[in-house]
């Protein structure tokens, strides 16, 4: 015997599924405690810091002006900056939020260089590490970005890569401080 499911069946599983859905929390999302926790950055920083001869440019100093602030609803952190560096003039902008149902930091940025790029992040104490990787040259590369927080106004950083072997290097090291 073959069970058959007609017209009314169909319409009592979607009453059914529409009443489940209706009793769903009203409104939409809201960031969490993990958002808020980003806030550390938010504000104007004056970034100042010495390159490492790499595959990115050759060594020398550098400097920026940032500007972190809320968008899309307090989920995301947009921060814009302007700088120079041994190469000439850099503009970026990047996002930073929190991904909830993974539970970890993320980060998206661009530079006028034409690099585009995520990563995943994590908070222990006061230290963010950010990963990502990248096909460079026919390789895959590995990033990490680690800020450590010194003050509410000062924050150090280092940016390092590895090659396929595992070996990492240091891109570039440097501090940023809050405007007042």
């Not at 050759?58 to 500007?67: I, M, Q, R, T």
Request: with cysteine; net charge positive.
């Amino acid at each position: 015997m073959r069970l058959r499911i007609g017209t009314l069946g169909l319409l009592a599983l979607f009453a059914a599924s529409s009443t489940a859905l209706a009793q769903a929390p009203a409104g939409p999302p809201k960031p969490g405690p993990e958002h808020k926790r980003l806030s550390y950055f938010e504000g104007k920083w004056t970034t100042e810091g010495q390159q490492k001869e790499n595959p990115f440019g050759p060594a020398g100093k550098f400097s920026s002006n940032d500007v972190c602030e809320w968008v899309l609803d307090g989920f995301f952190l947009k921060c814009t900056g302007e700088g120079k560096d041994p190469v000439g003039t850099t503009k970026g902008f990047g996002l930073m939020g929190f991904d909830a149902e993974n539970k970890i930091y993320t980060y998206y940025g661009a530079d006028n260089r034409g690099m585009g790029f995520g990563g995943d992040g994590t908070l222990k104490g006061k230290v963010w590490t950010y990963t990502t990787s990248m096909k460079m040259k026919e390789k895959i590369i590995k990033s990490r970005w680690v800020s450590t927080e010194i003050s509410p106004t000062e924050y150090t950083f280092k940016w390092e890569m590895a090659d396929d072997k595992g070996s990492w290097m240091t891109l570039a090291e440097g501090k940023s401080t809050k405007a007042k």
